[in-house]
C-alpha cells in the first residue's frame, strides 16, 4: 500500500480568504513538476509523485477552508502515458491510494477521464472504490464542497465524448439527422461534458512555471483566470495556494464584455 499521508511540516501562513464576492467557486489545478522535483533531489521518478499526492491530499483542505465550492486536480493526462511503463506502474497504484485517501475524507468525488484510455486493471480498482456511494462524514457541512480528480484526461477527447453521447442520446430517443443537428449546440454540448452539472472554472492554477493549459478543462476555461506559480508541484505550499486566490481576486473579469 502506498502511504500518501502528507510528511511536509505544515504551512503556518495562512492569511484570510478573500471575500465570498471575490473568491472562485471553482478552482483547477495543473499539478506539474513532480518528475524534475524528484531529479532534482537525485530520487527516483516515483518519489516525486508520492511527494505530490501528498501535497493533493493537503491542497483538499486549503480549497475547503477557503471557501472553494469545486475543487478539480489533474492527476493523468492522456499524454502522460507516452512514458515508460515502470514508471506508470507506480504511478497507477499512486493513484489508486490517493484516490481511496480523498474517498475516505467523505467529500462528494467525482473522477474525470476516458475509462477506455486507462488500463483496464486500474479501471476495476478504480472502480471498486465506490467513492460517489460512500457515506459522507459530516455530510451538511461537506455537501457544499466537492472533488473532482482528472485521470487520464484530456481536454480534446472529453469534448468528443460528450459529442459522443450527445448522438447516442438522440439516437435512442429514435431522433433523425435534423433532430441531431439541432441536438448539438453549445448547452447540449456542455451537459454532457465530465463536469455536467458543476460551474466552470473561475481560476486555474499551474505549477512548475510552465505557462500554458495542454488541454485542461478546454470547453470549460473560455472565461477562467490563469495563475503560474514557478513552485514544482511537491514544494506548492498553503501561501502559494492563497497567493493565487489574492492574484484572482484582485483581477477585473469582464466575460468579453
Not at 493526462?77 to 515502470?86: A, K, Q
Not at 475524507?105 to 476516458?114: D, E, Q, S
Not at 510552465?210 to 476555461?221: A, I, K, M
Request: with cysteine; proline share 5%; glycine share 8%.
Amino acid at each position: 500500500m502506498v502511504n500518501v499521508t502528507s510528511s511536509r511540516p505544515a504551512d503556518a501562513s495562512q492569511p484570510s480568504a478573500p471575500s465570498a464576492e471575490r473568491r472562485p467557486r471553482h478552482v483547477g489545478v495543473i499539478l506539474d513538476g513532480n518528475r524534475r522535483w524528484a531529479k532534482a533531489k537525485g530520487l527516483d521518478v516515483s518519489e516525486g509523485h508520492r511527494a505530490g499526492a501528498s501535497v493533493v491530499l493537503e491542497a483538499i483542505e486549503w480549497a475547503r477552508e477557503s471557501g472553494v465550492e469545486t475543487f478539480t486536480l489533474w492527476l493523468l493526462s492522456t499524454d502522460n502515458f507516452r512514458r515508460p511503463e515502470p514508471e506508470l506502474a507506480e504511478l497507477f497504484d499512486i493513484i489508486t491510494d490517493l484516490v481511496s485517501a480523498v474517498a475516505n475524507k467523505g467529500y462528494p468525488l467525482r473522477l474525470l477521464g476516458a475509462d477506455r484510455m486507462l488500463p483496464a486493471a486500474l479501471v476495476e480498482r478504480l472502480r471498486s472504490l465506490n467513492p460517489a456511494e460512500r457515506p459522507a462524514e459530516g455530510a451538511t457541512e461537506r455537501a457544499t464542497f466537492e472533488v473532482n480528480l482528472a485521470i487520464g484526461y484530456g481536454g480534446r477527447r472529453e469534448i468528443v465524448d460528450a459529442v459522443h453521447a450527445l448522438i447516442d442520446e438522440e439516437i435512442a430517443r429514435g431522433g433523425d439527422l435534423e433532430s441531431l443537428r439541432s441536438a448539438v449546440s453549445e448547452g447540449g454540448v456542455g451537459s454532457h461534458l465530465y463536469t455536467s452539472g458543476q460551474s466552470a472554472p473561475d481560476l486555474i492554477i499551474r505549477t512548475s512555471g510552465e505557462q500554458r493549459l495542454s488541454g485542461f478543462l478546454l470547453w470549460q476555461s473560455v472565461h477562467s483566470e490563469l495563475v503560474f506559480c514557478d513552485a514544482l508541484w511537491p514544494d506548492f505550499t498553503r501561501a502559494d495556494f492563497d497567493a493565487a486566490l489574492e492574484e484572482f481576486a484582485g483581477r477585473e473579469r469582464r466575460f468579453g464584455a
